[in-house]
């Protein structure tokens, strides 16, 4: 676990804190973002909004440790992300981070219940029934991943990175394969696991129903985040 007597000071100096990113810049044939400023707190949702192609998949990417900015850093607890060991950046995505793609990455040609097992076993977290329960996916758990609608392997993908009990949930468009209503259910419970858990969550969307739903909006707009009222 990404855990040090060295480490311990710091989140005491960064108590509701959990992650702060300094002046990041970014691109790629052409600059994305520029001088971006963000935290995310304990029990905050942030929202970011965006046309397709203004960077905010890109964002999401290097704020979850998947990517190394061109400029500028990420702190977790204090401590800067990509100074880190790759054990110890392993750790930190193994344990600490969640992040809910578009496409889910579920593995094919196991049932829903193995896919749930598979991240019980490496996070060392037990299944929440409670949690299946309000994803309403418990009717699926024999059913192999293939054989589920879109909106189910999404609820199933959300599932798997909730099941981890992560410090930080980065989700891109996690509602986007969903009914309005359906989709309000899955904002319930990760909105509910960030407030009752003292966790974070940052989402990337189109939606701007969902969006208004976080603590924060920002929206990426000329290499700039913008703070919106919705």
């Known amino acids: 676990m990404f855990e040090t007597a060295a480490n311990t000071s710091a989140q005491k100096r960064y108590t ?3 992650l702060q990113a300094k002046d990041l810049s970014h691109g790629f044939d052409y600059t994305l973002f520029e001088n971006i400023n963000i935290s995310i707190n304990k029990k905050e949702s942030i929202a970011i909004l965006g046309i397709s192609g203004s960077g905010k998949s890109t964002l999401l990417h290097i704020l979850a440790t998947l990517l190394k900015p ?4 990420v702190d977790y ?3 800067n992300m990509y100074l880190q060991s790759d054990k110890n950046l392993l750790e930190i995505r193994r344990k600490e981070i969640g992040i809910i793609f578009q496409s889910h990455y579920l593995f094919k040609g196991f049932s829903v219940k193995e ?3 598979i991240s019980s076993l490496i996070s060392n977290k037990k299944i929440d029934i409670n949690l299946i329960k309000k994803l309403k996916i418990e009717n699926t758990l024999k059913q192999n991943v293939s054989e589920l609608s879109g909106g189910q392997q999404q609820r199933v993908s959300i599932a798997r990175v909730l099941i981890k009990k992560p410090r930080l949930i980065f989700a891109d468009e996690p509602t986007g394969n969903l009914d309005r209503e359906t989709a ?4 319930d419970v990760m909105l509910e ?3 009752q858990s003292d966790r974070g ?5 189109h939606d701007e129903k969902i969006a208004s739903r976080c603590n924060t909006v920002y929206r990426l707009k ?3 985040l913008i703070p919106v009222i919705l």
Do not use: P
């Open 222 to 224: 000329n290499k700039r």
């Open 16 to 18: 509701n804190t959990l």
């Open 193 to 195: 696991y960030t407030k």
């Open 77 to 79: 607890l204090g401590q």
């Open 184 to 187: 309000n259910d899955v904002m």
């Open 70 to 73: 061109k400029k500028g850093s």
């Open 201 to 205: 969550l940052f989402i990337v969307t």
């Open 115 to 117: 896919n749930l097992e």
